[in-house]
Protein backbone atom coordinates (compact mmCIF):
# COMPACT_ATOMS: atom_id res chain seq x y z
CA UNK A 1 0.00 0.00 0.00
CA UNK A 2 1.93 3.04 -1.27
CA UNK A 3 2.24 5.99 1.37
CA UNK A 4 2.30 9.54 0.08
CA UNK A 5 3.17 11.93 2.57
CA UNK A 6 2.50 15.59 2.77
CA UNK A 7 2.78 19.31 4.42
CA UNK A 8 0.35 21.86 5.22
CA UNK A 9 0.78 25.17 4.65
CA UNK A 10 -0.78 28.22 5.77
CA UNK A 11 0.68 30.93 2.87
CA UNK A 12 0.33 34.77 2.90
CA UNK A 13 0.45 34.58 6.04
CA UNK A 14 3.10 34.55 9.26
CA UNK A 15 0.70 33.09 11.66
CA UNK A 16 -1.28 29.57 11.69
CA UNK A 17 -4.54 29.10 11.00
CA UNK A 18 -4.82 32.16 8.52
CA UNK A 19 -3.81 32.52 4.91
CA UNK A 20 -4.28 30.14 1.92
CA UNK A 21 -3.49 26.62 2.76
CA UNK A 22 -1.47 24.58 0.81
CA UNK A 23 -0.77 20.82 0.69
CA UNK A 24 2.74 19.76 -0.93
CA UNK A 25 3.42 16.33 -1.29
CA UNK A 26 6.61 16.56 -1.12
CA UNK A 27 7.50 13.10 -3.60
CA UNK A 28 4.86 12.65 -6.73
CA UNK A 29 7.30 10.13 -8.41
CA UNK A 30 4.63 7.47 -9.79
CA UNK A 31 1.21 8.99 -8.76
CA UNK A 32 -0.61 9.36 -11.89
CA UNK A 33 -2.47 12.27 -12.98
CA UNK A 34 -6.12 10.86 -11.86
CA UNK A 35 -4.96 10.14 -8.76
CA UNK A 36 -2.91 13.67 -8.31
CA UNK A 37 -6.61 15.28 -8.77
CA UNK A 38 -8.37 12.86 -6.82
CA UNK A 39 -5.69 13.71 -3.66
CA UNK A 40 -6.59 17.73 -4.56
CA UNK A 41 -9.97 17.10 -4.37
CA UNK A 42 -10.20 15.35 -1.65
CA UNK A 43 -8.20 17.91 0.50
CA UNK A 44 -10.45 20.95 -0.63
CA UNK A 45 -7.90 23.36 -0.56
CA UNK A 46 -6.76 25.88 -3.19
CA UNK A 47 -4.18 24.25 -4.00
CA UNK A 48 -2.19 21.23 -3.90
CA UNK A 49 1.29 20.26 -5.16
CA UNK A 50 2.89 17.55 -6.06
CA UNK A 51 7.17 17.77 -6.14
CA UNK A 52 8.98 16.08 -8.66
CA UNK A 53 12.67 15.50 -9.86
CA UNK A 54 13.63 18.58 -11.80
CA UNK A 55 14.23 18.34 -16.05
CA UNK A 56 15.34 22.16 -16.77
CA UNK A 57 17.62 23.05 -14.34
CA UNK A 58 15.93 23.99 -11.26
CA UNK A 59 15.66 22.47 -7.70
CA UNK A 60 12.96 20.74 -8.23
CA UNK A 61 9.59 20.27 -11.08
CA UNK A 62 6.07 21.05 -9.08
CA UNK A 63 2.57 20.30 -10.57
CA UNK A 64 -0.47 22.19 -9.17
CA UNK A 65 -4.10 21.55 -8.93
CA UNK A 66 -7.19 22.98 -7.62
CA UNK A 67 -9.67 20.88 -6.25
CA UNK A 68 -11.09 20.83 -10.18
CA UNK A 69 -7.77 20.81 -12.73
CA UNK A 70 -4.48 21.28 -12.99
CA UNK A 71 -2.43 24.51 -13.72
CA UNK A 72 0.65 26.18 -14.99
CA UNK A 73 1.54 28.32 -12.65
CA UNK A 74 -0.62 29.74 -9.27
CA UNK A 75 1.06 32.30 -6.43
CA UNK A 76 -0.03 30.42 -3.05
CA UNK A 77 1.63 26.94 -4.23
CA UNK A 78 5.15 28.37 -5.99
CA UNK A 79 5.63 30.70 -2.55
CA UNK A 80 4.63 27.63 0.16
CA UNK A 81 6.37 25.19 -2.18
CA UNK A 82 9.63 27.59 -1.80
CA UNK A 83 9.26 27.72 1.92
CA UNK A 84 8.41 23.56 2.54
CA UNK A 85 11.68 22.59 0.14
CA UNK A 86 13.85 25.60 0.89
CA UNK A 87 14.02 25.09 4.59
CA UNK A 88 15.98 21.89 5.01
CA UNK A 89 18.56 22.66 2.18
CA UNK A 90 19.55 26.18 3.91
CA UNK A 91 18.84 27.75 0.16
CA UNK A 92 18.87 31.55 -0.46
CA UNK A 93 16.98 31.03 -3.38
CA UNK A 94 15.07 27.87 -4.95
CA UNK A 95 13.73 27.62 -8.62
CA UNK A 96 11.11 25.58 -9.48
CA UNK A 97 9.68 24.52 -12.38
CA UNK A 98 6.17 24.89 -13.35
CA UNK A 99 4.10 24.29 -16.75
CA UNK A 100 4.70 28.45 -17.10
CA UNK A 101 8.46 28.33 -16.64
CA UNK A 102 11.20 28.50 -14.23
CA UNK A 103 10.17 30.51 -11.47
CA UNK A 104 12.99 31.70 -8.86
CA UNK A 105 11.99 32.22 -5.62
CA UNK A 106 14.54 34.61 -3.28
CA UNK A 107 14.36 33.66 0.50
CA UNK A 108 14.92 35.77 3.27
CA UNK A 109 15.47 34.21 6.99
CA UNK A 110 15.56 35.09 10.49
CA UNK A 111 18.13 32.66 11.76
CA UNK A 112 17.68 29.63 10.47
CA UNK A 113 13.84 30.15 9.93
CA UNK A 114 12.17 31.49 6.34
CA UNK A 115 11.14 34.54 6.99
CA UNK A 116 9.71 35.79 3.35
CA UNK A 117 9.65 35.27 -0.05
CA UNK A 118 9.66 36.95 -3.49
CA UNK A 119 9.17 35.29 -6.10
CA UNK A 120 9.66 36.90 -10.03
CA UNK A 121 6.54 35.70 -11.73
CA UNK A 122 5.59 35.10 -15.58
CA UNK A 123 4.93 38.32 -16.73
CA UNK A 124 1.50 38.79 -17.61
CA UNK A 125 -0.07 39.68 -21.40
CA UNK A 126 -3.57 41.41 -20.83
CA UNK A 127 -6.45 42.92 -23.10
CA UNK A 128 -9.94 44.07 -22.35
CA UNK A 129 -12.44 41.87 -21.12
CA UNK A 130 -14.89 40.98 -23.72
CA UNK A 131 -17.91 40.06 -21.38
CA UNK A 132 -16.99 43.18 -19.12
CA UNK A 133 -20.58 45.05 -19.25
CA UNK A 134 -22.42 41.50 -18.14
CA UNK A 135 -19.95 40.85 -15.62
CA UNK A 136 -20.49 44.61 -14.17
CA UNK A 137 -24.52 43.95 -14.23
CA UNK A 138 -24.12 40.21 -12.97
CA UNK A 139 -21.75 42.10 -9.94
CA UNK A 140 -24.21 44.38 -9.62
CA UNK A 141 -20.98 46.94 -9.71
CA UNK A 142 -19.59 49.64 -11.81
CA UNK A 143 -15.81 49.90 -12.38
CA UNK A 144 -13.72 53.13 -11.94
CA UNK A 145 -10.81 51.58 -14.14
CA UNK A 146 -11.15 49.84 -17.70
CA UNK A 147 -12.21 46.12 -16.84
CA UNK A 148 -9.56 43.82 -18.23
CA UNK A 149 -8.25 40.50 -18.17
CA UNK A 150 -4.49 39.42 -17.32
CA UNK A 151 -2.66 35.75 -18.54
CA UNK A 152 0.11 34.23 -16.84
CA UNK A 153 -0.99 30.74 -17.22
CA UNK A 154 -4.10 31.11 -14.99
CA UNK A 155 -6.23 34.24 -15.89
CA UNK A 156 -7.59 37.05 -13.82
CA UNK A 157 -10.03 39.52 -14.65
CA UNK A 158 -10.01 43.38 -12.61
CA UNK A 159 -12.68 45.31 -11.34
CA UNK A 160 -11.49 48.57 -9.61
CA UNK A 161 -14.53 49.83 -6.92
CA UNK A 162 -14.98 53.01 -5.26
CA UNK A 163 -14.26 51.70 -1.36
CA UNK A 164 -12.44 48.73 0.29
CA UNK A 165 -16.08 48.61 2.04
CA UNK A 166 -18.12 48.28 -1.59
CA UNK A 167 -15.28 45.27 -1.71
CA UNK A 168 -16.46 43.81 1.22
CA UNK A 169 -20.07 44.10 1.00
CA UNK A 170 -20.02 41.70 -2.52
CA UNK A 171 -21.98 38.59 -2.28
CA UNK A 172 -21.81 37.24 -6.21
CA UNK A 173 -24.54 34.73 -7.26
CA UNK A 174 -21.33 32.07 -7.41
CA UNK A 175 -23.39 29.54 -10.03
CA UNK A 176 -24.44 32.60 -12.45
CA UNK A 177 -20.60 34.10 -12.23
CA UNK A 178 -19.65 30.28 -13.32
CA UNK A 179 -22.06 30.23 -16.23
CA UNK A 180 -20.73 33.81 -17.53
CA UNK A 181 -16.99 33.23 -17.16
CA UNK A 182 -14.05 31.04 -16.26
CA UNK A 183 -11.20 33.52 -15.59
CA UNK A 184 -10.74 34.49 -11.85
CA UNK A 185 -12.66 37.42 -11.19
CA UNK A 186 -10.82 40.14 -9.05
CA UNK A 187 -12.86 43.25 -7.00
CA UNK A 188 -10.26 45.66 -5.07
CA UNK A 189 -10.37 48.57 -3.75
CA UNK A 190 -7.52 50.74 -2.32
CA UNK A 191 -4.96 53.40 -2.39
CA UNK A 192 -1.20 54.31 -2.64
CA UNK A 193 0.12 51.43 -1.48
CA UNK A 194 -2.32 49.79 0.32
CA UNK A 195 -5.04 47.95 -1.38
CA UNK A 196 -7.68 45.39 -0.74
CA UNK A 197 -8.63 42.61 -3.06
CA UNK A 198 -11.49 39.97 -3.28
CA UNK A 199 -11.29 36.76 -5.87
CA UNK A 200 -13.99 34.35 -7.04
CA UNK A 201 -13.71 31.52 -9.33
CA UNK A 202 -16.30 28.94 -8.76
CA UNK A 203 -15.45 27.07 -12.03
CA UNK A 204 -11.98 25.97 -10.08
CA UNK A 205 -13.81 24.73 -7.22
CA UNK A 206 -12.76 28.11 -5.40
CA UNK A 207 -15.70 29.85 -4.53
CA UNK A 208 -13.66 32.87 -2.75
CA UNK A 209 -9.86 32.22 -2.64
CA UNK A 210 -7.92 33.43 0.52
CA UNK A 211 -5.44 34.46 -1.29
CA UNK A 212 -4.47 34.97 -4.91
CA UNK A 213 -0.76 34.96 -5.72
CA UNK A 214 -0.77 34.96 -9.38
CA UNK A 215 -3.49 37.79 -9.42
CA UNK A 216 -1.28 40.19 -7.04
CA UNK A 217 1.09 40.53 -9.78
CA UNK A 218 -1.14 41.61 -12.70
CA UNK A 219 -3.21 43.84 -9.91
CA UNK A 220 0.43 45.79 -9.23
CA UNK A 221 1.25 45.96 -13.26
CA UNK A 222 -3.13 47.14 -14.13
CA UNK A 223 -2.33 49.67 -11.34
CA UNK A 224 0.93 50.95 -13.13
CA UNK A 225 -0.43 51.00 -16.21
CA UNK A 226 -3.48 52.80 -15.32
CA UNK A 227 -1.09 55.84 -13.52
CA UNK A 228 -2.35 54.48 -9.89
CA UNK A 229 1.23 53.63 -8.69
CA UNK A 230 4.63 53.80 -10.06
CA UNK A 231 7.52 51.15 -11.10
CA UNK A 232 8.98 49.50 -7.93
CA UNK A 233 6.26 50.75 -5.42
CA UNK A 234 5.73 47.96 -3.01
CA UNK A 235 1.95 47.43 -2.49
CA UNK A 236 0.55 45.71 0.27
CA UNK A 237 -2.57 43.52 -0.66
CA UNK A 238 -5.04 42.29 2.08
CA UNK A 239 -7.74 39.28 0.93
CA UNK A 240 -9.45 36.47 2.56
CA UNK A 241 -10.94 38.31 5.45
CA UNK A 242 -14.67 38.10 4.23
CA UNK A 243 -13.94 33.94 4.78
CA UNK A 244 -11.98 34.02 7.90
CA UNK A 245 -8.76 33.39 5.97
CA UNK A 246 -6.81 36.86 6.67
CA UNK A 247 -3.84 37.00 4.30
CA UNK A 248 -1.35 39.77 3.52
CA UNK A 249 0.84 39.96 0.07
CA UNK A 250 2.68 42.21 -1.69
CA UNK A 251 3.63 42.72 -4.99
CA UNK A 252 5.82 44.97 -7.26
CA UNK A 253 5.92 45.62 -11.30
CA UNK A 254 9.13 47.26 -12.77
CA UNK A 255 9.16 48.35 -16.50
CA UNK A 256 9.20 51.63 -17.86
CA UNK A 257 6.89 53.34 -20.64
CA UNK A 258 4.78 50.71 -21.27
CA UNK A 259 7.17 48.31 -21.11
CA UNK A 260 7.05 45.68 -18.28
CA UNK A 261 10.28 43.91 -17.43
CA UNK A 262 9.70 41.80 -13.78
CA UNK A 263 6.77 41.18 -11.81
CA UNK A 264 7.46 40.29 -8.13
CA UNK A 265 5.47 38.45 -5.75
CA UNK A 266 6.38 38.08 -1.76
CA UNK A 267 4.59 37.26 1.44
CA UNK A 268 5.53 35.13 4.49
CA UNK A 269 4.32 31.05 5.13
CA UNK A 270 3.92 29.04 8.20
CA UNK A 271 3.97 24.83 7.82
CA UNK A 272 1.64 23.56 10.69
CA UNK A 273 0.64 20.02 10.17
CA UNK A 274 2.10 17.16 8.32
CA UNK A 275 0.29 13.59 7.25
CA UNK A 276 0.17 10.90 4.87
CA UNK A 277 -2.24 9.04 2.60
CA UNK A 278 -2.15 5.29 2.50
CA UNK A 279 -4.14 4.26 -0.61
Known sequence: MPTLRYVVADVFTDRPLAGNQL??????????????????????FSETV??????EGGHARIRL????????????PV??????????????????????????????????????????????????FAQADELLALLGVESELPVEVYDLGPTHVYIALSSEEEVAELQPDFGALARLTDVGVN????ARLRWKTRMFAPTFGVPED???????????????R????????????SQGVEIGRPSTL?????????????VEVGGSAVVVARGEFRI
Open 23 to 44: AVFTDGRGVDDETMQALARELK
Open 50 to 55: FVLPPS
Open 65 to 76: FTPSRELPFAGH
Open 79 to 128: LGSAFVLAAPLQLGEIRLETGAGVVPVVLEREGARISFGWMSQPIPSWEP
Open 187 to 190: CFAG
Open 210 to 224: PATGSAAGPLAVHLV
Open 226 to 237: HGRIGFGDEIEI
Open 250 to 262: HARAFGEGDRIDR
